[in-house]
């Protein structure tokens, strides 16, 4: 008898290499590291304003931004460094985002993850939750008007699907089949709001069916699974056969921002969610597929550890803007918008 | 009527609304970038017929008929100008904007400030009152996004202003609120040269030489100005007008010119009173032109109530002539 276990293995097996999986391991632990040390910087007060980190919930950004070609777009929320480091921004831009150095890839115009460059296909995050979404059926539709076969992910929290841009959004790609995948962190709290206030369905994933898109719910700290939805969404999208809608059902394991000590959240909860640890998962389904084992997993430990000192020291060694910069930028050349 | 598809004839006049026409026909003919979105826009040809046979000229893709979502529709306009696609956004009615706020204000106007990424797209508003409209479609909400930075506005009065502002709004490498009057659509009428050409954003216009008083204005209320200026000619007051056709970037040489040269400044506009751009060229005349002002700076604007239905109610709600002949009256004694 094949059990659901096999079919997913077979799955596995069948659609990511070892290699990939491997490197998508890294970019958990990068992640992990690198937020882990801001969090350390903000402790110490060498970092100022918000910190908002993706900690347990890693898989997701990693997962489906390493299923995207070089040409495609990511218009990410803030819970996703993972896919900023997959799409090629290093980890000392993101340190130097976060202290408002001019190396950060806003030059200290904005900060924390509010990271965007669309050399590497990466759309700045707004902090008014799901506003990206409408931008991604417009890239989309872009993509759709040249006749080119890329495609644009985009994501958001549980309380963004709140948001009437949420639904405007889902509504137009739906209507014209964009090729735009939806992804939806559903980590229980926005802020300190739980899901049962935020929404009267069970299950986020219920909002596609009202804009006839298929939607998926899959595990969002097996990073595995992610990638393979992931995968599947972005093929569907690029053949031209519309929207996918993805929830990933993960729980936030810090506060909303690291000055939030999330007393709100019952600590029973994150006990049992901290054993299912998107890294331990991961190193569980290396480990039974024989594709590594506990010296590798210490080596990318290593490997991560320098990167990030290496970051910290590049953030940190980097200068400051100068306060009149603050004038420069307000409108665009024609050459940039050429360009 | 003319239409986008069907050719003007050199030195043939075309009404207000034909010239915006034209202006979106001939730059979506000239640059394959260009396209437009909005409620109603296809088949339909728009709620003032202003893209009628667009669709059939240029296809359903390029004249896209939106779901009726202004939020959605303008961030994905924002979407596709950051992947070098040129959008025209078309609001309905101005009043509609309001839905789109966030986008425009949050993601619009700060995206390349703060990342750097350039958002070349025009959002065409038809605005304004005395078309008994009520409060819900005779509104002029530029006052709003006035405040904004990084966004552009423009309110063209004359069918050649109308034509060649669009076009530089289509060429902008920003976002630019195209403010068009309703008032106007179908009121005035010109020759427009046959070449193309375009009125440069950020220029403002001198509409009616004179040398006792400037009356800084826009929109529709530059051809109340003009007939006030007509009336006062008789009583030897002899007004500027001053069409500032860009509210942002706004051209403060011109009006600070004017001003130092006539001595006495009104500001006209049928935006509410409280907070509008009057209010701002008012504290830049303070600022800069102090020493030379030889009376009070005078505002006239809507009172600040909604626009109201009922014709007596709007005819007062809206400045008039005569408000311009009392207040330069009143200016000439100084």
Same mark, same amino acid.
């Not at chain 1, 950004?61 to 460094?81: F, K, N, Q, T, W």
């Not at chain 1, 739980?194 to 206030?197: G, R």
């Not at chain 2, 509609?96 to 703060?114: G, L, P, W």
């Given at each position: 008898m094949v059990t659901a276990d096999d079919a997913y293995m077979d799955d596995v097996k069948r659609e990511i290499k070892r290699d990939d999986l491997l490197r998508m391991y890294y970019y958990l632990r990068l992640t992990r590291t690198l937020e882990d040390r801001i969090t350390a910087l903000y402790r110490q007060g060498r970092i100022m304003g918000g910190v908002y980190t993706s900690n347990g919930m890693e898989a997701i950004?990693?997962?489906?931004?390493?299923? %995207?070609?070089? @040409?495609?777009?990511?218009?990410?929320?803030?819970?996703?460094?993972g896919a900023f480091l997959v799409r090629g921004i290093t980890p000392g831009e993101v340190v130097a985002q976060y202290l408002g150095k001019r190396t950060g890839p806003t030059k200290g115009k904005d900060g924390n993850v509010h990271i965007g460059d669309l050399k590497r296909g990466v759309i700045a995050f707004v902090s008014h939750l799901a506003d990206n979404l409408p931008l991604a059926t417009g890239i989309a539709l872009s993509f759709k008007m040249r006749g080119e076969s890329r495609v644009v992910v985009t994501n958001t929290g549980d309380g963004g699907t709140s948001r009437g841009d949420f639904h405007e959004a889902l509504n137009f790609a739906s209507v014209r089949k964009l090729p735009v995948v939806f992804f939806c962190n559903n980590n229980q709290y926005a802020y300190s709001t !739980? %899901? +049962?206030?935020q929404m009267a369905i069970k299950d986020v994933v219920e909002r596609a069916k009202a804009?006839? *898109? !298929?939607?998926?719910?899959?595990? $969002?700290?097996?990073?595995?699974?992610?990638? #393979?939805?992931?995968? +599947?969404? *972005?093929?569907?999208?690029?053949?031209g056969a519309g929207p996918t809608f993805i929830e990933c059902k993960t729980m936030r394991m810090h506060g909303h921002s690291e000055h939030d000590s999330a007393k709100y959240v019952p600590r029973e909860l994150l006990e049992e969610w901290a054993k299912k640890d998107p890294i331990l998962k991961a190193e569980r389904l290396l480990t039974s597929l024989g594709w590594a084992d506990d010296a590798e997993f210490a080596k990318v430990g290593e490997r991560v550890q320098k990167e990030v000192e290496a970051a910290v020291k590049f953030g940190e060694d980097s200068p400051l803007p100068e306060g009149r910069e603050a004038l420069e930028g307000v409108f665009a050349t024609d050459e940039e918008a050429n360009s | 009527m003319t239409t986008a598809t069907a050719e003007t004839k050199a030195g043939q006049e075309v009404t207000y609304? &034909?010239?915006?026409?034209?202006? #979106?026909? &001939?730059?979506?003919?000239?640059?394959?970038?260009?396209?437009?979105? $909005? =409620?109603? *826009? /296809?088949?339909?040809? /728009?709620a003032f017929r202003i893209t009628e046979g667009f669709q059939k000229k240029y296809g359903e893709?390029?004249? #896209?008929?939106?779901?009726?979502? &202004?939020? $959605?529709?303008?961030?994905?306009?924002?979407g596709a100008a950051m992947m070098g696609l040129r959008p025209v956004v078309e609001m309905q009615f101005a009043d509609?904007?309001?839905?789109?706020? @966030?986008?425009?204000? =949050?993601?619009?106007? +700060?995206?390349?400030?703060?990342w750097g990424a350039a958002v070349p797209m025009v959002i065409r508003a038809p605005f304004g009152g005395g078309?008994?409209?009520?409060?819900f479609h005779s509104e002029c909400p530029e006052g709003w996004f006035f405040h904004s930075p990084g966004l552009k506005i423009v309110a063209p009065s004359t069918p050649y202003d109308a034509k060649g502002l669009l076009k530089a709004a289509i060429r902008d490498p920003n976002p630019v609120l195209y403010f068009e009057h309703k008032y106007l659509y179908r009121r005035i009428k010109a020759v427009l040269p046959a070449e193309d050409y375009i009125v440069p954003i950020g220029q403002a216009d001198? +509409?009616? !030489? $004179?040398?006792? *008083?400037?009356?800084?204005?826009?929109?529709?209320?530059?051809?109340?100005?003009? =007939?006030?200026? &007509?009336?006062?000619?008789?009583e030897g007051i002899d007004l500027e007008v001053v069409d500032l056709r860009t509210l942002i970037p706004l051209d403060k040489e011109t009006i600070f010119q004017s001003v130092r040269k006539t001595s006495k400044a009104i500001l006209l506009h049928e935006d509410n009173k409280t907070g509008g751009i009057g209010a701002e060229i008012a504290a830049l005349l303070a600022e800069d032109c102090f020493d030379c002002l030889d009376g009070p700076i005078l505002r006239i604007a809507a009172p600040d109530t909604p626009v109201p239905f009922s014709a007596p109610m709007e005819e007062f709600f809206l400045p008039k002539a005569s408000d311009v002949v009392a207040a330069a009256r009143k200016l000439a004694a100084y």
């Open positions: 950004a990693v997962g489906y931004a390493s299923a %995207l070609e070089r @040409d495609d777009i990511v218009a990410p929320y803030h819970r996703d460094v !739980p %899901l +049962k206030h804009y006839a *898109i !298929p939607g998926e719910i899959v595990d $969002g700290n097996d990073l595995a699974a992610v990638h #393979l939805a992931a995968q +599947k969404a *972005i093929r569907r999208a690029r053949a | 609304l &034909e010239a915006i026409s034209q202006a #979106l026909d &001939e730059e979506m003919t000239r640059d394959e970038r260009v396209f437009l979105m $909005g =409620e109603d *826009i /296809g088949p339909y040809g /728009g893709w390029r004249v #896209l008929d939106t779901p009726l979502a &202004e939020s $959605g529709f303008v961030g994905a306009a924002i509609f904007i309001s839905c789109a706020f @966030d986008q425009i204000t =949050e993601v619009a106007a +700060k995206n390349h400030y703060r078309v008994h409209g009520g409060p001198i +509409k009616r !030489p $004179g040398t006792d *008083i400037t009356v800084v204005t826009y929109g529709a209320m530059v051809h109340l100005a003009l =007939e006030a200026a &007509e009336q006062l000619s008789q």
